[in-house]
């Protein structure tokens, strides 16, 4: 033990991994009961840890801000939700298919805003081929790229009309024509 003990040591980069991602996995699994406020802390502390351990550039510091990004949709705090999904962005340029994934969730924040021309051309920042399927549950793989658009607001994307169906209910809220 030296006397200059620091009073809340930064985990080191192996440590903060491990702990970020178990955190992370604490609030995955509060998030998919849909207890978004518990969620919020533990993904909270997710982030503290890898900022400390791994700074604010990492890959993993970007997985921490989208899923906390994420959690704020569901509490329908859109400020906050813009804020942490575009930090998130820029740090998972590496994988077209996160990139893709966080830019969707960012252009749901907008929607929700009703802003769809901010939603599209969020959604068409990348490749066209990379742009995901807005109904949150799809599991096609591969999307059948170039994927259909809502005729109404052309501003969403989907891989089929069953993901538009399932989708409606969603976003009719803020569906609406360009010409409005
Ligand atoms: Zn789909
Ligand atoms: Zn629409």
Avoid at 92 to 106: F, I, K, P, Q
Avoid at 121 to 141: H, K, M, W
């Amino acid at each position: 033990m030296t006397a200059s003990a620091h009073i809340n040591p930064s985990p080191d980069r192996a440590q903060g991994v491990l702990m970020g991602s178990s955190l992370n996995q604490q609030g995955q699994a509060l998030y998919n009961r849909g207890q978004y406020s518990e969620a919020e802390k533990v993904f909270k502390e997710a982030l503290d840890v890898k900022l400390r351990a791994l700074g604010p550039q990492d890959y993993s510091t970007g997985i921490g801000y989208n899923a906390l990004g994420e959690t704020y949709i569901r509490l329908g705090r859109l400020d906050e939700a813009e804020e942490n999904i575009k930090k998130a962005i820029p740090l998972v340029s590496s994988s077209a298919h996160d990139s893709a994934y966080y830019r969707e969730n960012l252009a749901k924040v907008y929607e929700m805003k009703h802003d769809l021309v901010k939603a599209k051309e969020e959604r068409l920042q990348g490749s066209p081929n990379s742009i995901i399927c807005a109904e949150d549950n799809c599991t096609v793989f591969p999307l059948p790229h170039p994927l259909k658009y809502c005729s109404r607001c052309q501003s969403i994307y989907y891989c089929s009309e069953k993901c538009q169906r399932s989708d409606w209910k969603r976003h009719k809220k803020f569906c609406q024509s360009p010409a409005n």
